[in-house]
Nanobody, 119 residues
Framework: QVQLVESGGGLVQAGGSLRLSCAASGRTFSSYSMGWFRQASGKEREFVAAISRSGGYAYYADSAKGRFTISRDYAKNTGYLQMNSLKPEDTAVYYC????????????WGQGTQVTVSS
């Protein structure tokens, strides 16, 4: 199993920045890829970004490209989502998740952290 704990959410004005963290434990950190998702109130959960096991490949939703950066720190067993130029439409609960196999399925999820962007 993998345990995930997100942190770093909060209230920020439009144009501001936040860095979300996802502390992982339970399995070798380099054995899984990591992703970030978000769910706004009344909407379905959507993909935001993902990073490979090695950290060498990163993928972004169109809404995140150019503004968000995903990364991971192997010494700290922690993943990050740096979010810049935030917009009110970025308001959502953000979740990190890990994928053990290359099958498109995320196996473990964190509890989520709220991000609110005011206009």
């Amino acid at each position: 199993q993998v345990q995930l704990v997100e942190s770093g959410g909060g209230l920020v004005q439009a144009g501001g920045s936040l860095r979300l963290s996802c502390a992982a434990s339970g399995r070798t950190f380099s054995s899984y890829s990591m992703g970030w998702f978000r769910q706004a109130s009344g909407k379905e959960r959507e993909f935001v970004a993902a990073i490979s096991r090695s950290g060498g490949y990163a993928y972004y939703a169109d809404s995140a490209k150019g503004r968000f950066t995903i990364s991971r720190d192997y010494a700290k067993n922690t993943g990050y989502l740096q979010m810049n130029s935030l917009k009110p439409e970025d308001t959502a609960v953000y979740y990190c998740a890990v994928r053990l196999r290359d099958n498109g399925v995320y196996d473990y999820w964190g509890q989520g952290t709220q991000v609110t962007v005011s206009s």
